[in-house]
């Protein structure tokens, strides 16, 4: 079954939830979401080409202030795209990869983990 929200949720300070078409339900804390962020910047800061270790990670973003989410589109009927309050915005999370990322999944994939994308 191709992955279709039946209801999508965003609460700009706490969460994103959404009620899958097959009546899963899918909460995403802004924290994890935004480390999971599927940018090409986001995922290059995440696995470096040459795989060097470094002692600290930052991901693209200005964390000065709580983290919480300006807007929230839909791209098509594929994807949401979040502007996100630490100025950055170009991530597009298609409905596909927010499935793969699931929380509630056994094994989520953490923020150093690559996520399967549709």
């Known amino acids: 079954m191709p992955a279709i929200p039946a209801k ?24 994890y979401l935004r480390a999971m962020c599927p940018c090409a910047v986001c ?9 060097k270790k470094t002692s600290l990670t930052i991901l693209p973003g200005n964390y000065a202030a709580p983290l919480t989410i300006l807007k929230a589109e839909l791209v ?3 994807a949401l795209q979040i502007d996100w309050s630490d100025d950055h915005s170009s991530g597009i999370y298609t409905f596909e990869y927010l499935q793969a990322i699931d929380p509630k999944l056994k094994n989520p ?9 549709g």
């Open 76 to 78: 098509g009927n594929y």
């Open 43 to 51: 995922k290059e800061v995440r696995h470096p080409p040459d795989k």
């Open 109 to 117: 994939p953490s923020a150093t983990e690559d996520a399967r994308e």
């Open 8 to 31: 999508l949720d965003v609460k700009r300070d706490k969460h994103v939830e959404i009620l899958w078409q097959d009546g899963r339900r899918s909460v995403y804390d802004l924290g």
